[in-house]
């Protein structure tokens, strides 16, 4: 069974670091994995997707990789905002199904 | 943009009511779908739809239906309302019936139903 953990489950980092979070998959027979981040009492918003043939994925100051063999996706911040505070939750949709496995999600904290 | 929306931010109600939740998008979507969202449960699918008048259950189907009479609008509507469903409800689209893994899956901005 396909399990997705996020690991730390949260961060707090200076203003203007660069950072990593990770995320980690049990089963590497995934059709693709979606980073969320999502601000308290509120929605999700779909950061990046990446398909089971893509390495990685950027979108501004993010960027997020994909080791299927290993079983580990990263999602990079540059340069971190204030702004970027948020809960940021990894998603697989494996092969077999069309439901998406979630992570329980990285708290992240930017100090200003 | 995509734009998915939800007629509730915020929702309390009665045990016993019937209760809907609406949820619209704008972008044509063949799929959408329900989730609830719990501290220390995550995200969990109730049900999606993959075309008009098209459904399919999710992991926790027991107490929910769902409605979807038009492409754009997909309702989740809990029959009696008990107290283990105050949640925070989540409303999702995405493209294609082709595929429905293939592609990333848009929110609302969610609704937090609150049962007393």
């Known amino acids: 069974k396909q399990e997705v953990t996020q690991i730390p489950a949260a961060l707090s980092v200076p203003e203007g670091e660069n950072l990593v979070l990770n995320c980690s998959f049990t089963?590497?027979?995934?059709?693709?994995l979606q980073w969320f981040r999502q601000d308290p009492g509120k929605g999700l918003t779909s950061l990046l997707l990446?398909?089971?043939s893509q390495r990685e994925q950027t979108s501004g100051r993010l960027n997020a990789s994909l080791d299927k063999s290993s079983g580990r996706s990263t999602l990079y911040i540059a340069a971190s905002q204030p702004g970027d505070s948020a809960t940021y939750l990894c998603a697989v949709m494996p092969w077999s199904n069309y439901q998406l496995i979630w992570g329980a999600g990285t708290k992240l904290i930017i100090k200003p | 943009d995509v734009k998915v929306t939800q007629s509730s931010r915020y929702l309390v109600k009665r045990t016993g009511e019937k209760v809907f939740l609406e949820c619209v998008q704008d972008m044509d979507h063949e799929n959408m779908f329900w989730y609830r969202q719990d501290p220390g449960l995550g995200l969990r699918l109730i049900y999606f739809?993959?075309?008009?008048?098209?459904?399919e259950k999710g992991d926790i189907p027991e107490g929910y239906s769902v409605s979807r009479e038009k492409k754009e609008r997909f309702s989740l509507i809990l029959e009696s309302a008990s107290t283990n469903q105050t949640s925070m409800y989540l409303c999702a689209s995405s493209l294609s019936n082709s595929d429905i893994r293939r592609y990333e899956q848009y929110f609302g901005p969610g609704t937090r139903l609150t049962v007393t």
């Open positions: 990446i398909q089971s």
């Open positions: 089963d590497s027979a995934i059709y693709n």
């Open positions: 739809s993959y075309d008009v008048k098209m459904k």
